[in-house]
């Protein structure tokens, strides 16, 4: 499993952070963040709400572009070795200089600059989304849009937004998501990982993203799965988060199998793979044992990937020639 060339479209930049990487920058800055770690040094967490409070802890110590540069050639190693060959990864300007755009465009450089020493080290492609943060609310999505749209480019290539999808509505957000897609930026959102089908519904016809960040709980709405299927909008499933987080009790009980039967596309990532103890490996692993998918099947899922990948047509072929190795 470990070493079919993987697409992943859903990772989260600071959520895949390795604890022994923050552990060291705290004691860099004397800060004590033993509150968030577990025994076996792995993050600690029960339950959603406090899984973005210790990611937030974890995310405080990353103050400078230099601290986000080796961040980025840290994940990026450890994904390569997991036979991942291309990662859209999840920036937040948030973390990022709070929003201010030139403080944003020194972070944003330093992380490319280390993204493309990983291509030439590691042999893995990655490209950049910047998610604003939805229980920070729409204020503060103004700033962060306003930082994507002032740096699309090859490297930055969409807009999206995580958090807390029990706050707000997607409508609150029609602002940032206009200002980007005006700019020319792809777009995704996170919806039905926590709220229903509705909230799946309301990113897709209110945001008009082309891509939703996990999506699932429009399983339980027929009529969406259908329109999903029909408008061929694209699910980041991140199956081992959902289970680790509880949105579902476990892995045979992931709805994965029923959305794609039911002719939505599908994609598969870690979301945040440290903190739910999960690998791109061990996701292809999960998907064979629970729901004995092959070889044909982890294709499928690479080609649905590539299509709907946010990056130019000609790293798109690249990729593509890539795949058809393995
Ligand atoms: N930010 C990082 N991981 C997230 C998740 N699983 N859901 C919402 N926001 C997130
Ligand atoms: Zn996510």
């Not at 060339?5 to 895949?16: C, V």
């Not at 609310?137 to 994507?148: E, K, M, V």
């Not at 103890?277 to 998918?293: I, K, P, Q």
């Not at 590539?306 to 130019?312: H, P, R, T, V």
Request: charged share 25%.
């Amino acid at each position: 499993m470990r070493d079919i060339n993987k697409m992943e479209l859903h990772l989260h930049l600071e959520g895949a952070a390795p604890p022994a990487f923050i552990r060291r920058l705290a004691a860099e800055q004397s800060t004590d963040l033993s509150g968030i770690f577990a025994e076996d040094g792995g993050y600690a967490f029960s339950g959603f709400n406090h899984f973005l409070t210790v990611y937030e802890a974890a995310t405080s110590v990353l103050k400078t572009p230099e601290h986000f540069a080796r961040l980025t050639r840290a994940v990026l190693e450890e994904s390569a070795s997991h036979g991942v060959i291309y990662t859209e990864a999840f920036l937040s300007p948030d973390f990022c200089g709070g929003g201010d755009v030139a403080a944003w465009r020194d972070y944003l450089a330093a992380i490319e600059e280390a993204a493309q020493a990983a291509e030439r080290d590691f042999g893995i492609v990655m490209r950049g989304i910047v998610t604003c943060i939805r229980h920070f609310g729409p204020d503060r999505a103004r700033p962060a849009a306003i930082c994507a749209a002032e740096t699309h480019g090859d490297f930055l290539r969409g807009f999206g937004i995580a958090g807390d999808e029990m706050m707000g509505r997607p409508r609150d957000f029609l602002w940032a998501f206009d200002c980007a897609r005006e700019a020319g930026l792809h777009l995704t959102a996170h919806a039905g990982e926590w709220g229903g089908a509705r909230s799946v519904r309301e990113a897709v016809e209110d945001l008009r993203v082309s891509r939703i960040g996990h999506g699932v709980h429009a399983v339980d709405d027929p009529a969406l799965v259908e329109t999903l299927a029909e408008l061929g909008v694209v699910l980041e499933v991140c199956p081992g988060s959902n289970v680790a987080l509880g949105v579902y009790p476990r892995w045979p009980a992931h709805p994965i199998v029923r959305l794609r039967d039911a002719g939505v596309k599908v994609t598969v990532s870690t979301d945040d793979p440290p903190f739910f103890r999960t690998t791109m490996t061990a996701e292809y692993e999960n998907l064979n044992r629970s729901f004995g998918w092959d070889e044909t099947d982890f294709a499928a899922l690479a080609e649905t990937a590539l299509e709907a990948a946010f990056c130019d047509d000609a790293t798109r072929q690249a990729l593509a020639k890539r795949l058809k190795e393995t």
